[in-house]
């Protein structure tokens, strides 16, 4: 796919609503014992620890479609921004480990506040999961950004925004009404949402 027909995709996807499914048993064993609102940095990076292996199996499964396959298995390869899995009450309040690639990571760690514009090629993926409040563990997608080139989709602010559900399925979400309307609050500094302060890696 051309790199104009796949912006136009990853910018102009709606949904009516997005499906997540998972496998509620592979997952049991992986309970934090107390409400996600209550868990400390290690108790979230203890469910993380157990739920790890198959939340990167899970986004891995299946034709990525208008995602390139590789953000998607090399971005536990990527410099981490995180610590350890945090909710900042972004994403559906669900816990994320974030990751930059070469092009962004020097950039990205500097969790600048205003006056710079992040390179284009630039891909950011976050992990994520949930636990409720009776302490049960879901994964939750993989969201990734994508920097593209100036121009290239200004309604966005050049950032392609996607999302792999835990079983590898894509979405198509509604990335002008929903990722972009997030991520413009964050306009000072290129509509980043960075990692609590206390997880970020210094």
């Known amino acids: 796919m051309s790199q104009t027909l796949r912006g136009l995709a990853l910018s102009a996807l709606?949904?009516?609503?997005?499906?997540?499914?998972?496998?509620?048993?592979a997952h049991a064993a992986c309970e934090a014992g107390k409400p996600g609102s209550e868990l400390t940095g290690s108790e979230a990076?203890?469910?993380y620890d157990c739920l790890k292996d198959s939340l990167a199996a899970g986004y891995a499964k299946g034709?990525?479609?208008?995602i390139p396959s590789n953000?998607?298995?090399?971005?536990r390869s990527?410099?981490?921004a995180s610590t350890f899995p945090a909710a900042p009450g972004f994403h559906g309040e669900r816990f994320l480990l974030t990751f930059?690639?070469?092009?962004?990571?020097?950039?990205?760690l500097k969790y600048a506040e205003?006056?710079?514009?992040?390179?284009?090629g630039t891909v950011i993926a976050k992990e994520s999961f949930s636990v409720n409040d009776q302490g049960k563990a879901s994964p939750g997608p993989l969201f990734l950004m994508e920097k593209a080139p100036?121009?290239?989709s200004p309604q966005t602010n050049d950032w392609y925004y996607m999302m792999v559900a835990p079983n590898g399925q894509p979405q198509a979400i509604p990335v002008a009404d929903a990722c972009h309307a997030c991520h413009s609050g964050f306009d000072a500094r290129d509509g980043l949402g960075y990692p609590v302060e206390e997880a970020r890696v210094e």
């Open 71 to 75: 953000y998607v298995t090399d971005y």
């Open 100 to 108: 930059v690639n070469a092009v962004g990571a020097e950039q990205y």
């Open 45 to 47: 990076q203890a469910v």
């Open 114 to 120: 205003e006056g710079f514009t992040m390179p284009a």
């Open 14 to 25: 709606i949904a009516v609503g997005v499906h997540m499914p998972f496998s509620n048993d």
């Open 78 to 80: 990527w410099t981490s």
């Open 150 to 152: 100036a121009g290239a």
């Open 63 to 66: 034709d990525k479609r208008w």
